[in-house]
């Protein structure tokens, strides 16, 4: 009994710790690809809106800004030249006009016009880029940037990987201390099934002795004055607690996993006429009937 309850305190244990783990590492890394996705729709929105070269002049720095906190976010300027992209110019009849592939060294413009083959419309992912399309003044066409996603991807992967083994090993060690703390947490249950079990054992003992002797007097009211209803009435009954308490002693004797239980078919009407039977005499002296 005590093992089987231990199982079950570290299965029910492990299983809500087990979901805690997937809600927190499934939360991590939804918010890494929310958070990576917002900052790749803001990289893409800047570089359409400065569009051109970036001329590299170190800025001058005035007294009052040595000052300033750091920030951590890099500024766009920086995150336009770290950024891998590239154009596609069309004319107004759609046709491509210019191809510029400077940024991404990846990318051939052979590769640039199939993966330009592949858009269905002005906004979308293709081809692990990600692309929006710009349309130039007076209409005379549209220029389509295609930021690259390879980055991105990679640190979604990288921090879904290390959340996954974080969670694993600390799903090992809360299985570790739980295994080694569970024996001190049903200790208190053990303790008071032990007594419930000493105490069954010492009242069976203590009530066989007057079961004895109800029945020793119940045969000698029969020798002396015969068999009669009342006498084999409290023969019958004590034979009955007599049973009873020999099923507690088992009970208390075997452990509650190892009790085999064994079905049977009963019949309800024989066993509420045994029961009657015993109510009978005391329902006469009452003057009552029953059916």
């Known amino acids: 009994m005590i093992k089987t309850l231990q199982k079950k305190f570290i299965l029910t244990a492990m ?18 690809i929310n958070s990576i ?24 720095i005035s007294p009052t800004e040595n000052n300033r ?23 107004g009849s759609g046709k491509i006009t210019s191809i510029d592939v400077s940024r991404i060294p990846s990318v051939s413009e ?12 002005s906004e979308g992912r293709t081809c692990k880029f990600m ?14 940037f295609f930021l690259s996603l390879s980055v991105q991807n990679y640190s979604v992967i990288r921090v879904a990987i290390q959340s996954f083994f974080a969670g694993v090993v600390c799903w090992g060690l809360m299985l570790l201390l739980i ?3 569970s024996r ?16 069954v054992t010492d009242a069976g003992h203590e009530i066989k002795t007057p079961l004895a002797i109800i029945m020793a007097n119940a045969e000698a ?15 019958n009954q004590t034979l009955r607690l007599n049973g009873l308490m020999q099923n507690l002693l088992l009970l208390a004797k075997t452990d509650g996993s190892e009790a085999k239980i064994k079905k049977e078919n009963i019949d309800l009407s024989v066993i509420a006429a045994e029961t009657a039977e015993s109510f009978t005499e005391s329902a006469k002296q009452r003057r009552l009937t029953f059916e």
Do not use: C
Request: aromatic share 8%; net charge positive.
């Open 37 to 60: 996705t917002k900052q790749s729709r803001r990289t893409l929105d800047f570089l359409m809106e400065s569009e051109g070269p970036i001329e590299l002049v170190p800025p001058e």
């Open 69 to 91: 906190k750091i920030s951590l976010i890099p500024p766009k300027e920086d995150r336009k030249q770290a950024a891998l992209y590239f154009k596609v110019s069309e004319d």
């Open 184 to 199: 001190k947490a049903i200790r208190p249950i053990a303790e008071n099934f032990e007594k419930q079990k000493q105490f």
């Open 110 to 121: 052979e590769k640039a016009k199939e993966i330009y083959s592949t858009i269905t419309g």
């Open 179 to 181: 295994i080694l703390l």
């Open 221 to 235: 009211l029969e020798l002396h004055n015969g068999e009669s209803k009342w006498t084999q009435n409290i023969k």
């Open 131 to 144: 692309y929006r399309a710009k349309v130039l003044p007076d209409n005379i066409g549209r220029e389509i």
């Open 15 to 32: 299983t809500a710790i087990t979901f805690l783990i997937i809600a927190l590492v499934g939360g991590i890394n939804v918010f890494n």
